[in-house]
């Protein structure tokens, strides 16, 4: 029996405020265990719980950017379970009443698009994080990230491969990045997923049991996991075996989950109306205000650089797949007004000299003014485009300006006609079996002397140039 798979994610991302959701305490990352506590995020008898704006705020922003329905009542609610990062043996979250529901987010893969539906997102705060030790049989707890706001997205199960889920994934981080609410570190766990995957038999509705995937923190992982999970489900379900409803981990050491507990449901958690916290409202007059001043998002920009620079749609979807990106892009413009050769060199030579150094663009030494600068060198014909490429080479190693790595190395292109001439000449002079070839008709021989040139030249004479002086002298 052929089998297809359905996905369902949840997606947890901190949001970027600087104090947390219940209380004053940081939120930066890194800081020394235990250093970025207090009464009410530790759960204190007697503390109470007071409500982040921003981190309201923040939610709001992300319900809109894809299109939910915002509640004008929501209401928090304790998640009672008990594990030792959890200081206060329950966890604030929402519940039967979220902030935002209904809405979507449009994806592409292989060319085909696709909407996937968003069931949900409320707010809620993070818990700790356990430290397990490799000398010895142990685990140490670090309270810092309890209390971290969080708004956890949960999609519909529209997914059915794990191409369509990593489309998805990096669609939903992309728009947290555009709308600066979250840094999408996957590594450091602020953009985490949880998956629930069930199969099927093809055109079937009901669905099979799912089995729910943790402890993935890149695309790369989330796919693998995926893969692997769709193919233990089909053989066991092939061998006539049942699938257990279960919590599986990936494993990074195996390529392979392995189960680690049996899934809760929703009554396990014993959901109730936090007592602590009044029904959240939310102004009309605010929310239209939050409206009418969102960012433009990653779809809206992808259409304005195909009208404003005339760019392809492939070369539109690369640039604004990443906002920082997108801003080095346009940046760049400002100072070399020639869309298209930026967007090639941003593509091209950019692109293959941060994965060669597995940077992000954030990370880059060349900025968008000495990019805009060796482009325009190579615009003037101070500098051939074959050079252009080691000068860039330089500048993504050191960050220098292109000028003076030019000055440094002696690549100045040579434009000086009688100086190419005459060395042309040579050239010609000294291969009269070649330029009897071009005069009889086989002009491809052209490229020889040309080659010719530029090895005398060290690649410095202006290829144009190069090419009309032997037209002239071989006619």
Known sequence: MAYEAVIGLEVHA?????????CGCATAFGAPPNTQVCEVCLGMPGSLPVLNRKAVEYALKMALATDCTIAPESVFARKNYFYPDLPKGYQISQFELPLAEHGHL??????QAKRIGITRIHLEEDAGKLVHSEARPVSFVDFNRTGVPLIEIVSEPDMESPDEAVEYLKGLRNILLYLEICDGN???????CDANISL?????????????LKNMNSFRFIKAALEFEIKRQRANLSAGREIVQETRLWDTSSNQTVSMRGKEEAHDYRYFPDPDLVPVRIDHDWLESLRKNLVELPK?????FQAEYGLPEYDAEVLTSDKALADYFEATVKLFPQPKQVSNWIMGELMRELKKEEAGIDSCRVSPAALGKLLSLVDTGALSGKLAKTVFEDMVATGRDPEAIIKEKGLVQIS???ALEALAQEIIDANPKEAADFRAGKTKVLGFFVGQLMKKTKGQANPQMANEIFRKLLA
């Open 416 to 418: 000086d006609s009688g």
């Open 14 to 22: 901190h949001l970027l405020t600087h104090s947390k959701i219940f």
């Open 300 to 304: 809206a920009r992808l259409k304005r």
């Open 200 to 212: 099927r038999p093809v055109g079937a509705k009901e669905l099979g049991v799912k089995v729910e």
């Open 186 to 192: 996957l590594e450091e766990g602020s953009f985490r």
């Open 106 to 111: 449009e994806i592409k893969v292989n060319g």
